[in-house]
């Protein structure tokens, strides 16, 4: 297992970071909310490790994170108009958005119908994203149901001791998850209140 500084990361190592990560390697990675475990989306057998890790099942899918919008538009049905603006003031950011999937896209859930995306505000963590070339599993470095990890130290040793690399970020500066809100069909519907408040958006949904 591999353990780099954030602080000293150069391009040559973020680089490696990203081919290893397209080539179906297991990171653990510090976004701008808590900290993940990821690897290349469309790898299966990473994604089906990442599942095994949490101890979470397969029915619910792994969200993922891209560095701009136009990596969405080529995994979902349609980005509606409203979903559009949320982005433009929430992204990059701690707000997750669920779409409908397209073809491509139902391949990154088992072939589930949604699929939840976020471009996270982390500039290296974006940098790794947009070398990869493809979209990031995204889900929480924690076991399912359990807190979320603000830190290394609060990473449970099962996952520690059976991912590829870590990227120690210190302590990551938000206390909550982002927040999931669901614009699949409208109205939209927030599946979980984190970072962002339910009230900050329908006050923006309502300018």
């Known amino acids: 297992m591999k353990i780099y500084k954030l602080k000293n990361l150069d391009k040559k190592e973020i680089k490696k970071i990203a081919e290893e990560l397209k080539n179906g390697k297991i990171a653990i990675y510090p976004t701008d909310t808590i900290y993940g475990i990821g690897t290349n989306a469309f790898c299966l057998s990473g994604v089906k490790k990442i599942y095994k890790l949490k101890c979470r099942t397969d029915k619910k899918p792994l ?16 980005i509606p108009t409203g979903a559009e603006k949320l982005a433009k003031k929430f992204w990059p ?44 599993i995204g889900t929480s ?18 996952i520690l001791k059976n991912v590829d690399m870590i990227i120690d970020g210190g302590v990551v500066k938000l206390e909550k998850p982002s927040t999931v809100l669901d614009v699949s069909k409208f109205p939209y519907i927030v599946r979980r209140e984190g970072c962002i408040s339910k009230k900050e958006i329908e006050k923006f949904m309502k300018i």
């Open 141 to 158: 470095a924690n076991i399912s149901g359990k807190k979320v990890c603000r830190c290394l130290s609060d990473l449970d040793k099962k």
């Open 63 to 78: 969200p993922v994170l891209v560095d701009n919008i136009s990596k969405i538009k080529k995994i979902v049905k349609k």
């Open 93 to 136: 950011g701690a707000l997750t958005l669920v779409f409908e999937t397209n073809e491509l896209g139902s391949m990154l859930t088992g072939g589930k119908k949604n699929i939840a995306v976020r471009i996270p505000a982390h500039k290296v963590l974006l940098s790794i994203i947009k070398e990869m070339a493809c979209p990031l």
